[in-house]
């Protein structure tokens, strides 16, 4: 989806585009984006909401803004004696993060970025928690080559009134390869510092430019938070327009969650 897009294979052109830096090393010299998806739609109904833009300065410098928020569905709030309360008879949790970033191509084909998030967090009117954080990004690009890696979610405690918690700090990278003219493969792995681990494998093939198929499985783990889930997708590009659609499949919780982005770059 370029700036502002939700990182998931199906859904996004590449797998760098994920990576702040990636921005910096852009073909043009601004892009904005939008998304909008319905996440665990039998399970939770959640929905998800995104939009972005970076902008190229003086060649190698990138500012990239980009907002996500997960709105969950009302609740019913209850008094002491178990009565709905006429005050606030129901609460929207919900959750979104504003991030600030900022990218410089260190070389041709080789870039850096800095991005500052504010992160806030609403489970009910007593249960609110904002922090802030830092990720650290790299990516290199050459030829049919793409490389991403980056530290994510470094920064302070979350706290909801009681005891502290620790940020949800991961290291990820991405790796993408044209194998003929149109076909990537690529693979995405992450590492929470903890313990869990999970990866992505995904295929792109892109005719003329114009038009692109996805497909792709993530493999998840308990700890990680993720279940383990296929996806497929699909892209329209022209005169600097991009539609990308993605839905999720082959899982209990997230099958039938679908990802909808539209971008435009100059």
């Known amino acids: ?100 970033g900022f990218g410089y191509r260190i070389m041709p084909g080789l870039s850096a970025a800095l991005t500052l998030k504010s ?29 991403a890696f980056a530290l994510c979610n470094i920064g302070g405690k979350v706290n909801y009134g009681g005891a502290d918690y620790s940020q949800p700090s991961l290291a990820k990278a991405a790796a993408s390869y044209e194998i003929i003219e149109g076909l990537k493969a690529g693979a995405e792995a992450a590492y929470l510092f903890g313990g869990a681990f999970n990866m992505a494998l995904g295929a792109e093939y892109c005719y003329g430019g114009l038009v692109a198929a996805r497909a792709g499985y993530h493999l998840g783990s308990k700890d990680f938070g993720v279940p383990s889930f296929a996806s497929v997708g699909l892209g329209v590009r022209f005169i600097g327009i991009e539609l990308n659609a993605a839905y999720l499949l082959a899982s209990d919780t997230l099958a039938g969650s679908m990802m909808f982005g539209l971008g435009y770059s100059f």
């Open 119 to 147: 992160v806030s967090s609403v489970l009910s009117k007593d249960a609110k928690a904002s922090v802030i954080g830092i990720d650290l990004s790299a990516v290199y690009s050459k030829d049919k080559l793409e490389a």
């Open 1 to 100: 989806m370029g700036a502002g897009g939700l990182s998931l294979w199906g859904c996004q052109t590449r797998p760098i585009e994920g990576y702040a830096a990636s921005a910096a090393l852009m073909e043009g010299t601004a892009s904005a984006g939008a998304g909008y998806g319905a996440w665990q739609p039998k399970a939770a109904g959640d929905k998800l909401l995104g939009a972005g833009a970076a902008v190229l300065l003086a060649e190698k410098f990138a500012v990239v803004l980009d907002y996500k928020s997960l709105i969950q569905p009302a609740y019913e709030v209850t008094g002491p004696t178990g009565s709905v309360s006429q005050v606030t008879p129901t609460f929207t949790p919900k959750e979104s993060v504003i991030a600030l």
